[in-house]
């Protein structure tokens, strides 16, 4: 029987280190490669976030 995989979502904002250790654990995950991944990505709630959500974006 095939296995049905669901999707990944990956929800950013301003940690870029976080995201970067999330998408290694997904590169290293043997499934990941056969699910679909979306990734959303909100918007600087205030000034002192625009750079910070710009590196991670």
């Known amino acids: 029987m095939?296995?049905?995989l669901?999707?990944?979502l990956l929800f950013?904002?301003?940690r870029l280190g976080t995201l970067k250790q999330t998408v290694s654990s997904l590169q290293k995950n043997q499934l990941?490669?056969?699910s679909d991944l979306f990734v959303f990505?909100?918007?600087a709630?205030?000034?002192k976030?625009?750079?910070s959500?710009?590196?991670v974006r």
């Open 45 to 47: 709630k205030s000034e």
């Open 41 to 43: 990505s909100d918007a």
């Open 2 to 4: 095939d296995k049905v």
């Open 6 to 8: 669901s999707p990944i």
């Open 32 to 34: 990941s490669s056969q």
């Open 49 to 51: 976030d625009i750079d």
């Open 12 to 14: 950013t904002y301003n």
């Open 53 to 55: 959500v710009g590196e």
